[in-house]
């Protein structure tokens, strides 16, 4: 088992910025990939970036530049670096870890975006 405890969410207003980390603890393996994913209210959760255990990253093709993923493996953290937020971007987001034969998911962490 895979617990994914989440933070860093808050209320930001338009243009400001927020960084999400997420902690992964338990079986972990040295091969997996980590990631963030969204859901605002009424609409189908979405990816929003991936990052391997080796670094290579994939983002949302309409957040990449705002957004950056990046980890540390010695501490099992995945981050979210959010910059020019839009309230667009108001929404749950949760952490997932993935391994062979299993995925994992945060309760996920609120970011409001508003003035």
């Known amino acids: 088992q895979v617990q994914l405890v989440e933070s860093g969410g808050g209320l930001v207003q338009p243009g400001g910025s927020l960084r999400l980390s997420c902690a992964a603890s338990g079986n972990i393996f040295n091969v997996n990939t980590m990631g963030w994913y969204r859901q605002a209210p009424g609409k189908e959760r979405e990816l929003v970036a991936t990052?391997?255990?080796?670094?290579?990253?994939n983002y949302a093709a309409l957040l990449k530049g705002r957004f950056t993923i990046s980890r540390d493996n010695a501490k099992n953290t995945v981050y979210l670096q959010m910059t020019s937020l839009e309230v667009q971007d108001t929404a749950v987001y949760y952490c997932?870890?993935?391994?062979?034969?299993?995925?994992?998911w945060g309760k996920g962490t609120l970011v409001t975006v508003s003035s």
């Open positions: 997932k870890y993935r391994q062979i034969y299993a995925d994992y």
């Open positions: 990052i391997t255990s080796v670094g290579t990253t």
